[in-house]
């Protein structure tokens, strides 16, 4: 049987067949899950709609977490398409790649606000414009990353936001677990997507995996895909507030 039959799930972050959110949306629809994905603006929604097309969606709308407009007009739409829900994925995150080239002492103020605002605070401002439409024992899972906790060159303003965006996972869960929704986070190893193309040194933090982690192998968007429908089924019911890494091991190597 299928573990996500009949589920409905909202993904917000599928850029391209390279995206971590389009291993997700390809799990879910395989494990029974109807999906609906967002772009974020015309140009990108040139890319989003075949992929929705392949993974058989039942829509797709326009989302920019940065515009408040777009809050309720998705709201709306949900509204209009499903009613309620039962997974909300949340696969977004940005940073100014001039903060990510120089040193970390150099951040923006504006570049600061812009990857918390985009990275972390959209979450919390997605789950209280949905929270009405999430059905009992809704899931909702955020990607993260282990710079969040660990200094990685490069990484710089979005390991804050990152930490930020845990952080905020906890409180979400402690305050929307009285309606029985869940929240959750997935910690990924690097893998080449559009999003991590901006990180410096991503292809030293692959070889890195591959010669220190424990299954010397990087993980894919499948393995992502494979962990997020655990977080997304019944087979999860106990689970809320935590971080999951799917990293081959590498967050447990010391230096």
């Known amino acids: 049987m299928s573990l996500l039959n009949g589920k409905k799930a909202l993904i917000l972050g599928v850029a391209n067949d390279m995206s971590i959110a389009w291993g997700i949306a390809k799990a879910f629809k395989e494990q029974g899950a109807s999906v609906a994905l967002t772009y974020l603006n015309e ?19 326009e989302m920019d977490v940065t515009n408040d407009a777009h809050y309720p007009q998705l709201k709306k739409t949900i509204e209009e398409k499903w009613g309620k829900f039962d997974i909300l994925v949340h696969s977004l995150a940005f940073a100014d790649k001039t903060d990510l080239k120089g040193r970390f002492v150099e951040t923006s103020r504006d570049g600061f606000k812009m990857a918390c605002d985009i990275s972390a605070f959209s979450l919390i401002g997605l789950c209280n ?31 804050v936001a990152k930490a930020a ?46 010669e220190k982690a424990p299954l010397r192998k990087n993980v894919t968007q499948n393995d992502v895909g494979g962990s997020a429908v655990y977080l997304a089924s019944r087979l999860s019911h106990g689970v809320t507030g935590q971080v999951l890494y799917v990293d ?6 010391g230096a």
Do not use: W
């Open 43 to 61: 140009n990108l929604q040139k890319r989003v709609d075949p992929l929705a097309l392949e993974v058989g969606a039942d829509f797709t709308c």
């Open 129 to 159: 414009t949905l929270k009405d439409n999430l059905n009992d024992d809704a899931s909702v899972i955020a990607m993260t990353y282990h710079g969040s906790v660990k200094v990685l060159k490069g990484y710089n303003v979005m390991g």
């Open 165 to 210: 965006l845990e952080a905020s996972t906890r409180y979400l869960a402690d305050d929307l677990g009285p309606s029985n929704i869940r929240v959750n986070c997935i910690s990924a190893g690097p893998i080449r997507t559009l999003a991590a193309s901006g990180v410096p040194g991503l292809k030293d933090f692959l070889k890195v995996i591959e």
């Open 248 to 253: 081959s091991g590498i967050n447990i190597i």
